[in-house]
């Protein structure tokens, strides 16, 4: 199907494991984006992409690794899990900066 | 640095009743701006976007907003409340990258 899709949609594991978070969209859109979302806090920016094999960092980077290598997908790693990791985390893309963004499902984190 | 402030955590109204969602942005250039919806676990949808081809937007499900580039306001409003509005709401500014609001729970009273 069209559009962009988060895996898995929920997951739950321990402090100190590895866990990825995976986001697929098929437009071919330029940029992507990762975000977390915490009551109070609103959306905050992780990482994003401006293009395969490019990333940088956003408002709220540490405890998180991103990479891009091909266009469609924009995977997520915590790569050794806290409980201040646990939130819903939200995949987006983007045909270019200033155009809408497509917000995947969501993927909710517990790390107990 | 663009930034946005959403005025009010969370509105309730009565069914029937106008909605207004208070949005306020800072940025040194234009900006695009956006009202996006958030339902019970989903991920967010657009409403609207401001482009500067009009000051007033017209969105999905009878929203509308208008720029007021005086008072750097992009408010959100809907004559007529219906049930099925009840949601979260967030207000993004973009000169590049997107900063969104805090948010705006709307809370719809039968």
């Known amino acids: 199907d069209a559009g962009i899709t988060q895996s898995p949609r929920y997951k739950i594991t321990e402090t100190g494991r590895q866990v990825t978070l995976m986001c697929h969209q098929t437009w071919s859109h330029s940029y992507m984006f990762w975000y977390r979302q915490d009551l109070g806090h609103g959306l905050r920016l992780i990482y994003y992409?401006?293009?395969?094999?490019?990333?940088d960092k956003g408002e709220v980077p540490d405890g998180y690794v991103v990479s891009r290598s091909k266009t469609e997908n924009f995977p997520l790693t915590l790569e050794s899990a806290t409980r201040s990791q646990t939130s819903v985390y939200f995949c987006a893309s983007q045909g270019d900066l200033g155009e809408t963004q497509y917000f995947g499902p969501g993927t909710r984190l517990l790390v107990l | 640095a663009q930034s946005v402030t959403q005025l009010g955590s969370h509105v309730s109204v009565s069914e029937g009743a106008l909605v207004l969602l208070r949005c306020n942005y800072s940025s040194s250039v234009p900006p695009y701006l956006f009202w996006y919806v958030q339902y019970p676990n989903q991920g967010l949808q657009l409403l609207l976007k401001?482009?500067?081809?009009?000051?007033l937007v017209k969105g999905i499900n009878g929203f509308e907003a208008e720029f007021k580039k005086s008072e750097t306001s992009f408010h959100l409003t809907k004559p007529s409340a219906h049930m099925s509005d009840a949601a979260e709401y967030f207000c993004?500014?973009?000169?590049?990258?997107?900063?969104f609001g805090a948010g705006t729970r709307l809370t719809v009273k039968p």
């Open positions: 993004a500014v973009s000169i590049g990258d997107m900063r």
């Open positions: 401001y482009t500067s081809a009009a000051t």
């Open positions: 992409s401006a293009a395969a094999d490019i990333t």
